[in-house]
C-alpha cells in the first residue's frame, strides 16, 4: 500500500516537540522524523494513510497556525524521494543537471516529488534546512529536457506557495563541477 507523507515546519523548536506529540496523538500516523532545523524551526515528517496524515496536518494547523512555517501533504510520493530524504541515493554523475532551491523543508520535498513525476530525471541529492539556513535544494540529472520541465513543474509549486527561492538547469556540468557537489 502507497504511505502519504506530511511534512510540518514550526518556527519554534519548544512548539515544533509539543506540535509532533499531538500530531501523534491525534491520527493513526507513523513519525518518520522530528528534529531541530535551521535557522531555530523544528521539522516533522509524518507518514500512513492519506486521511490520516491529513487528519494530523490538520490537527497541527488548528492548534499551532501562528507557529507554521510550511506545511506539504504527499499521496503516494515518490520512492526516490524517500531515498533521497535519507541519503542513500547512488545516481550516476552524468547528464544535465538541475536545481531547485527553496526556502522551506516541506516546500523542496513537494517540490522534489513534482519533479519526479513530471519527466524522466533522477533525484542526484534532497537536503531540507539543516546547514542552509533553512533552505531546502534539490538536484536532479537527466536529458537537458526532462531536466528542464522537471525543474519548471517542481519551481512551479514552490512559486505558487511563495517559498521558491531559485532554479537553475546546465545543459553539460563541468568535470569539476560534478567532483565537487
Not at 26 to 52: D, H, Q
Not at 93 to 116: N, Q, R
Request: aromatic letters at 4%; proline letters at 2%; one cysteine or more.
Amino acid at each position: 500500500m502507497y504511505q502519504a507523507v506530511g511534512v510540518i515546519e514550526l518556527k519554534s523548536i519548544s512548539k515544533g516537540i509539543e506540535a509532533t506529540d499531538a500530531a501523534l496523538k491525534s491520527a493513526g500516523v507513523t513519525l518518520i522524523s522530528a528534529r531541530a532545523a535551521c535557522p531555530g524551526k523544528f521539522e516533522m515528517i509524518l507518514t500512513g494513510t492519506i486521511s490520516n496524515v491529513t487528519s494530523a496536518v490538520e490537527h497541527v494547523k488548528s492548534r499551532f497556525d501562528d507557529k507554521l512555517v510550511d506545511v506539504s501533504i504527499m499521496g503516494r510520493i515518490d520512492e526516490q524521494v524517500i531515498t533521497a530524504l535519507f541519503g542513500t541515493v547512488l545516481t550516476e554523475k552524468k547528464g544535465s543537471l538541475g536545481v531547485i532551491e527553496t526556502f522551506s523543508a516541506a516546500s523542496i520535498i513537494k517540490a522534489a516529488d513534482i519533479a519526479v513525476k513530471t519527466a524522466k530525471v533522477e533525484i542526484f541529492e534532497l537536503r531540507a534546512s539543516r546547514g542552509m539556513g533553512g533552505k531546502g535544494i534539490c538536484l536532479i540529472t537527466g536529458e537537458v529536457g526532462d531536466v528542464t520541465a522537471a525543474v519548471e513543474a517542481g519551481s512551479q509549486h514552490a512559486k505558487d506557495q511563495g517559498v521558491f527561492c531559485n532554479s537553475a538547469v546546465i545543459p553539460a556540468p563541468h568535470e569539476l563541477l560534478w567532483s565537487q557537489i
